[in-house]
């Protein structure tokens, strides 16, 4: 079934640990982008990749570091988590080649706290 | 600054119309996306707009007017399962996604 997956489902961190979100796509999709929603707030853009072995940075990097090896992964690094970083997590791709097509796809969310 | 502003909560009666609005500020204008999001779960896309003018798809219909920075989405026909928020989103002109915080809708039978 085509989509997008993300691993773990949920995690709860203590802070200072390094951890890694991971994120897979199936649909050929060349643009990648991670969010984070917290309550009462829009989603916010992390960090994106418009094509693979290409990374920008979005609203809300700090803490945060991504790679973009392959087309299909996306994974998003906490190097030492805080508690600020307590949130949902949700990786997308699209196609990015304009106008509907630029329509994004979520995964299902990573749910972490950070204690 | 950029900015996206939509009501945080709305209710409405199952069977009833409800009328969701989003008025927007950004650098540039490449589409206006609303996405549906239920509780625990990913956005969905609902529906895209560039053009002025309603797009209607089944129950549920999304108007823009570009120069009044200014959209809404119109869901007819409510049923319990609609019960969602929905989200409001920009593609500006640097093909980034600006985000609205969402309407958070309750239906009441």
């Known amino acids: 079934i085509a989509g997008i997956t993300q691993a773990p489902t949920s995690q709860i961190l203590a802070a200072g640990r390094r951890m890694t979100l991971r994120c897979t796509q199936d649909?050929?999709?060349?643009?990648m982008y991670w969010y984070r929603q917290d309550l009462g707030l829009g989603l916010r853009l992390i960090h994106y990749s418009n094509t693979a072995g290409t990374t920008g940075k979005g609203e809300v990097p700090d803490g945060y570091s991504v790679s973009r090896a392959n087309t299909d992964d996306f994974p998003l690094t906490l190097a030492s988590a805080v508690p600020s970083q307590t949130s949902v997590y949700f990786c997308a791709s699209s196609d990015s080649k304009g106008l509907a097509t630029d329509t994004q796809y979520f995964g299902p969310g990573t749910r972490l706290t950070v204690l | 600054g950029q900015n996206i502003d939509q009501p945080t909560e709305m209710t409405a009666t199952e069977g009833a119309i409800v009328q969701i609005n989003c008025t927007y500020q950004?650098?540039?204008?490449?589409?206006l996306f609303w996405y549906q999001q239920h509780a625990g779960e990913a956005p969905t896309f609902l529906s895209y707009n560039v053009l002025d003018g309603l797009e209607e798809k089944g129950r549920f219909s999304s108007f823009l007017s570009r120069s009044k920075g200014y959209s809404y989405l119109l869901l007819k026909e409510l049923q319990m399962k609609d019960s969602a928020s929905y989200l409001c989103a920009v593609l500006d002109s640097n093909y980034q996604l600006i985000w609205g915080a969402g309407t958070k809708l309750i239906i009441k039978p």
């Open positions: 950004t650098s540039g204008f490449n589409g």
């Open positions: 649909m050929r999709h060349n643009a």
